[in-house]
């Protein structure tokens, strides 16, 4: 199985700051890869796809980049209504498989 | 649009076989998705279970997959989990979710846009 492994499994940040998650993978996966948002008692929603992709819907501030085995999800502005916590998700070979997970708290 | 709806006891006894089906509202399952089961133990992460396609070809996680049965019934648009001779740590939500299929020039992308809301299994004598 691929491993996913995403730095840091938690954050504080203050509203209006910049927030960077990394998920690496343990082997090329191309741009083989989502991101996830799940808050408390819900449904992930995707939130990325293809690595880079803003799902419809989704608010500019969130993005993604990188690709083979390095991946990075970025808040640009962090607002109250993005504490959650995020996940990546590989697809290139079966099992698809997630990150731990990381959550993020406001400071 | 598409939702889906998770349902099935929420409690099972030890060495038995956990049944949930979900339900596909407002789209066909026949469409070119895949339809994935995933599961989420309290206060840990996500699993992935596995995934069919209206044809019937299944994908399982293989750490589960002596266990596992996922099966499609087209004339209900719904799809169902088997999980059997479950133990405490099968204990978990279990959301139910479409896997899209983007076709890119040679390459097809996937991800799950559409989940249900999830439905608590607890295996519990």
């Known amino acids: 199985d691929i491993q996913m492994t995403q730095s840091p499994s938690s954050l504080s940040a203050s509203v209006g700051d910049r927030v960077t998650i990394t998920c690496q993978a343990s082997q090329d996966i191309s741009n083989y890869l989502n991101w996830y948002q799940q808050k408390p008692g819900k449904a992930p929603k995707l939130l990325i796809y293809d690595a880079s992709n803003l799902e419809t819907g989704v608010p500019s501030r969130f993005s993604g980049s990188g690709s083979g085995t390095d991946f990075t999800f970025t808040i640009s502005s962090l607002q109250p209504e993005d504490i959650a916590t995020y996940y990546c998700q590989q697809y290139d070979n079966l099992p698809q498989t997630f990150g731990q997970g990381t959550k993020l708290e406001i400071k | 649009q598409v939702q889906l709806q998770e349902s099935g006891p929420g409690l099972v006894k030890p060495s038995g076989t956990l049944s949930l089906t979900c339900a596909v509202s407002?789209?066909?399952?026949?469409?070119?998705?895949?339809w994935s089961w995933v599961r989420q133990p309290p206060g840990k992460g996500l699993e992935w279970i596995g995934e069919?396609?209206?044809?019937?070809?299944?994908n399982y996680n293989p750490s589960l997959k002596s266990r596992v049965t996922i099966s499609v019934d087209k004339s209900k648009n719904q799809f169902s989990l088997k999980l059997s001779s479950v133990t405490a740590a099968d204990t978990a939500v279990y959301y139910c979710?479409?896997?899209?299929?983007?076709?890119?020039?040679?390459?097809?992308?996937?991800?799950?846009?559409?989940w249900g809301k999830g439905t608590t299994v607890t295996v519990s004598s």
């Open positions: 979710a479409r896997k899209y299929q983007l076709l890119r020039g040679f390459y097809y992308y996937y991800y799950m846009d559409v």
């Open positions: 407002g789209g066909s399952i026949s469409s070119s998705n895949w």
């Open positions: 069919i396609y209206h044809s019937g070809s299944t």
